[in-house]
């Protein structure tokens, strides 16, 4: 596959981890920080990654790491830290809790990204939307903008008001999407592989 600098890269790092207990990005499944395996997902479609995080225990993936400009203002603030910071038009943005996504679903999400028109390309599985796991076109900077000066700050409804493009997986698929939220989810993604 060849490798696009046309692309960029961001990884949300964020997030309380509530239910996890722990930063969801450094938790280990299969001995490997879940942000390892999204990392090696990303590295055969973009060099250009970037963390959005304040947390220093990031440096270990040696990769540059940029703070919310905007702090508390969860996925919505993310994404507006990456499309301010990029100057690339066409941005991954990917949470870091999908430890299972592989470089094949992430080079169908691009590719067809780059033919849609839409300010926003994602996956769904036709029930459930994951913004999370999309392509984001700088010019959908100004709706991040000023979703932020109005604090609605809930992804979904937001992204169904732009422009987007919805990729629907099938049910292989699923279980590549799955993001884990807690240690119970853990459990059981661990226990799948078995």
């Known amino acids: 596959m060849k490798n696009s600098a046309n692309i960029s890269a961001y990884v949300l790092c964020g997030g309380k981890s509530t239910r996890m207990q722990s930063e969801k ?26 963390l959005v995080t304040s947390n ?25 830290t990456a499309l301010n910071h990029t100057d690339t038009e066409q941005n991954l943005i990917l949470s870091c809790d999908v430890p299972k996504i592989t470089t094949s679903l992430l080079a169908k999400l691009t590719t067809e990204s780059k033919q849609k ?20 076109k700088k010019k959908a900077l100004k709706t ?3 979703a932020i000066s109005a604090e609605k700050l809930k992804l ?8 987007h493009h919805k990729i629907i997986i099938n049910t292989d698929e ?14 059981s993604l661990n226990q799948l592989d078995l």
Request: hydrophobic fraction near 45%.
């Open 56 to 80: 220093g225990d990031y440096t270990l993936v040696g990769l540059p790491m940029i703070e919310d400009t905007y702090p508390d203002k969860g996925p919505v603030g993310g994404i507006f």
């Open 174 to 187: 699923k279980s590549l999407v799955k993001n884990v939220n807690s240690k119970a989810e853990l459990l």
């Open 117 to 136: 028109d839409a300010l926003i390309t994602f996956l769904s599985d036709d029930k459930n939307d994951y913004p999370l796991i999309g392509v984001y």
């Open 25 to 50: 990005g450094l938790v280990l499944y299969k001995g490997k920080p879940f942000i390892r395996w999204i990392i090696e997902a990303i590295m055969p479609i973009t060099p250009n990654i970037i």
């Open 144 to 146: 991040f903008s000023d």
């Open 156 to 163: 979904c409804p937001l992204v169904n008001l732009i422009s």
